[in-house]
């Protein structure tokens, strides 16, 4: 299951994720991301709340920052050491830009 808190400032969108990001619950977020970024110029992914993230949620948020490269920028704040991990065995860390 996973719990999606939109929350819009001027330019800037973030997306508090809660609970697992995976096959089941990718498709939720994928939608509101592609109706929804108009006008952002920073996509804000706030994972405090996340639990776990499988390889298509991880594309996910690849196929984010490839849209916002360009039109400004994404972050990811608050991952969880498990999630961090995650990042760095797949080599994400590298890729994605980590608050």
Same mark, same amino acid.
């Given at each position: ?7 819009? $400032? #001027?330019? %800037? &969108? ?6 697992? +990001? !995976?096959?089941?619950? =990718?498709?939720? *977020? ?7 970024? $108009? #006008?952002? %110029? &920073? ?6 709340? +996340? !639990?776990?993230?499988? =390889?298509?949620? *991880? ?41």
């Amino acid at each position: 299951m996973l719990n999606i808190e939109k929350k819009q $400032e #001027g330019n %800037e &969108l973030t997306f508090a994720l809660e609970g697992r +990001l !995976d096959t089941t619950t =990718s498709p939720e *977020l994928e939608t509101q991301l592609k109706g929804g970024l $108009e #006008g952002v %110029e &920073l996509l804000v992914f706030d994972l405090a709340k +996340l !639990d776990y993230i499988s =390889s298509t949620g *991880l594309r996910v948020l690849l196929t984010a920052q490839k849209l916002m490269m360009k039109k400004g920028k994404m972050v990811v704040r608050n991952a969880s050491e498990e999630v961090n991990e995650i990042f760095e065995v797949t080599g994400f860390s590298e890729i994605l830009n980590i608050d």
